[in-house]
């Protein structure tokens, strides 16, 4: 009998055919592509949207080879939130079963998303609004441009800033003062302000984007991946955690690491003075 391993319940997405978006990789597999891709209308989500990047999300834990994922915008806006008249306006009509069945949907994306083990880099540029703006923090990295304003409209439409995680979320990224000023308003914030309070890491010309957000992919793509899982998975559990609990979480975290390949491997290439090749276990 032949042996097995966990990697046999992995698969490869690199051919993945997306219905309600783009989905591209790199010739290796490592880096995928997310393209929202109704620019007409800036990028709204619908429904299937909404299930099928639910989906693939969950999905992705299950990859023998997508190590990091971007996502963008076409057409020079990165989402601009449910759209108004697949979704805006059939919820109207809903019964309290069918709404919160809805809520929950959309909770669940941003939750596949943090549970995902790959790096997420959301590449903004034009508008970033709603569930879009969502999107985009549920990432774990965000490049912007100068011409995005992002903005959690929830209010503008007569409902809570408490949508799909915001208000656990968003304070942890931008503060808790900032986090209130842009959910109870529902403004728009400009890349300057995004910059200065952390929601982006860098700002870019729009022309130069998707190829920096593809560098800083391939980057992540060609590190120590297992440890990089390791550390997204500890950023997501030790929101819930004293002091002592974290440094404990940590320490088991980092025993795990050092048993890895990529460990020895760092480690004989900085003795001879290579470049270690990590191989992400």
């Known amino acids: 009998m032949a042996e097995l391993s966990m990697q046999d319940h992995k698969h490869p997405f690199k051919d993945y055919v997306a219905r309600h978006f783009r989905w591209e990789c790199s010739d290796d597999g490592r880096v995928a592509t997310i393209t929202l891709n109704r620019p007409e209308k800036k990028n709204p989500l619908t429904f299937d949207s909404y299930a099928e990047l639910r989906d693939l999300f969950r999905g992705l834990a299950y990859a023998s080879d997508v190590r990091t994922v971007v996502i963008q915008g076409a057409g020079g806006n990165f989402c601009s939130g449910g759209d108004v008249f697949e979704i805006i306006e059939p919820l109207?009509?809903?019964?309290?079963?069918?709404?919160?069945a809805f809520t929950r949907m959309t909770g669940d994306l941003v939750k596949a998303m943090r549970r995902a083990p790959q790096p997420i880099i959301a590449a903004i540029d034009g508008i970033c609004a709603g569930a879009g703006a969502m999107v985009a923090l549920a990432a774990d990295f965000r490049l912007g441009t100068?011409?995005?304003?992002?903005a959690y409209l929830f209010t503008r439409v007569g409902l809570a800033g408490a949508d799909m995680g915001a208000c656990g979320l968003l304070p942890r990224v931008v503060g808790q003062g900032k986090a209130t000023d842009l959910l109870m308003t529902g403004r728009a914030m400009g890349a300057d302000e995004a910059l200065a309070c952390g929601f982006f890491s860098a700002v870019h010309a729009p022309a130069e984007l998707l190829g920096?957000?593809?560098?800083?992919?391939?980057?992540?793509?060609?590190?120590?991946?297992?440890?990089?899982?390791m550390t997204k998975t500890m950023l997501n559990?030790?929101?819930?955690m004293g002091i002592e609990e974290m440094i404990e979480s940590e320490a088991q975290a980092q025993a795990i690491c050092m048993v890895t390949g990529d460990f020895g491997r760092a480690f004989q290439a900085f003795a001879a003075k290579e470049k270690p090749k990590f191989q992400g276990c």
């Open 237 to 240: 559990q030790e929101w819930a």
């Open 212 to 229: 920096k957000a593809q560098t800083l992919a391939k980057t992540l793509a060609d590190g120590p991946w297992f440890a990089h899982t």
């Open 146 to 150: 100068a011409e995005a304003k992002t």
């Open 92 to 100: 109207t009509k809903m019964s309290m079963p069918e709404l919160l």
